[in-house]
């Protein structure tokens, strides 16, 4: 039999797929139960989708996926508890529509992770409990969110603390972009360190992976690893995804030129992009306990809009008819 992605990876770690309800039946449905060990909801477990009232929770879409879980034997990674992104203008509020105090949002936040949390005890087992805390330039170490503005730093070990407090079981992350940058990855350090230092129940960090054609290279890939796992922190690529546009290009271009058409030499450079880290994936074996996909194939990925609204990318391992792509051959022949 030809090998699929979670029988290759059977004795390194879980291989996911980030999913929306819409991908639970027909030809994906099919793809991911093949093919995956492990489905990360992409925007259904958000504070916004999920909890859109201060009184009324929509659980329908997030029921879905953990069903479909369930029934196919996948693991459930949650996402996410505490983003500065995709959150209720409520969450900040009070009925007068002044901001409300460090008390009340702490409160909020610690019965909004319970009630999600509660939900889905022993059907995840691992979540992202605060996503994105730390800006991508400048001198602050912390993204001036309405979190940070609001309760101050220690937003961040409330939340993992309340989580830890519901699911002593699941594993808890920290998760973050451009994780690659020095700068960013140092403010990163610092932040699970000093969590770890004080005894904050965090289990590991997410690098979500977002990368491209051109970036990161196998030694950046693995400072980052390597970084946080001297922390005694287990490391996850959580949204794993390769543009096929170098990101180098779209830094110097500031105004992106490219039409969408998919060269030779895109694929060319993310087959070997891709085989590349998977190679360094497999060498962190016990370390790296966890690689997710962010989007099943390049039929629809959220890269199809950003940065540049309603431009085609390529960005998976399956093309835009679910076929494999000479990149997933690369990833599972070893
Ligand atoms: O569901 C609504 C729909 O009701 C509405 O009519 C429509 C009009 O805009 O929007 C729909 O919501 C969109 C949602 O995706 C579901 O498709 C939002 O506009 C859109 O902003 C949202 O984008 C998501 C994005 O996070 C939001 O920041 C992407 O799907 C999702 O892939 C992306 O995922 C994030 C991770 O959570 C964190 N790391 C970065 C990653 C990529 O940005």
């Not at 002593?168 to 940058?181: G, I, Q, R, S, V």
């Not at 540049?308 to 070893?334: I, T």
Request: hydrophobic share 35%.
């Amino acid at each position: 039999a030809q090998p699929t992605l979670k029988s290759a990876y059977k004795d390194y770690f879980p291989i996911g797929v980030a999913v929306a309800p819409r991908n639970l039946t027909g030809p994906e449905a099919e793809l991911i139960i093949k093919q995956f060990s492990s489905v990360t909801p992409e925007n259904a477990m958000k504070m916004g989708p999920i909890h859109p009232e201060e009184n009324r929770y929509f659980w329908q879409d997030a029921d879905a996926i953990v069903d479909f879980a369930q029934k196919n034997g996948l693991k459930v990674r949650g996402h996410t508890l505490c983003w500065h992104n995709q959150t209720p203008r409520w969450f900040f509020t009070d009925a007068s529509g002044n901001q409300v105090s460090r008390e009340v949002l702490l409160a909020r936040l610690k019965q909004h992770i319970t009630d999600v949390m509660s939900r889905y005890k022993g059907k995840i087992y691992a979540w992202d409990v605060v996503n994105e805390a730390v800006p991508d330039g400048g001198e602050s170490i912390y993204r001036p969110s309405k979190f940070y503005e609001i309760i101050g730093e220690d937003y961040i070990e409330k939340a993992f603390e309340y989580a830890h407090a519901v699911d002593p079981e699941a594993k808890l992350f920290y998760n973050d972009y451009n994780t690659e940058n020095t700068a960013k990855r140092d403010k990163i350090f610092q932040i699970v360190k000093k969590l770890k230092d004080k005894k904050v129940p965090i289990h590991g960090v997410g690098l979500q992976g977002h990368w491209s054609i051109d970036e990161p290279t196998s030694q950046e890939l693995e400072a980052s690893i390597e970084k946080f796992a001297s922390l005694g922190l287990d490391v996850q690529v959580t949204e794993l995804d390769l543009s096929v546009y170098p990101k180098e290009h779209e830094r110097r271009a500031k105004k992106e030129t490219d039409d969408g058409i998919l060269t030779e030499d895109m694929v060319k450079k993310q087959t070997a992009q891709y085989k590349m880290l998977f190679d360094t994936f497999r060498k962190h074996k016990g370390t790296l306990t966890g690689v997710t996909f962010w989007n099943v194939s390049d039929r629809s990925s959220w890269l199809d809009n950003f940065p540049v609204p309603g431009r085609k990318d390529y960005p998976l391992l399956f093309d835009q008819n679910y076929q494999p792509k000479e990149a997933f051959w690369q990833v599972v022949k070893f």
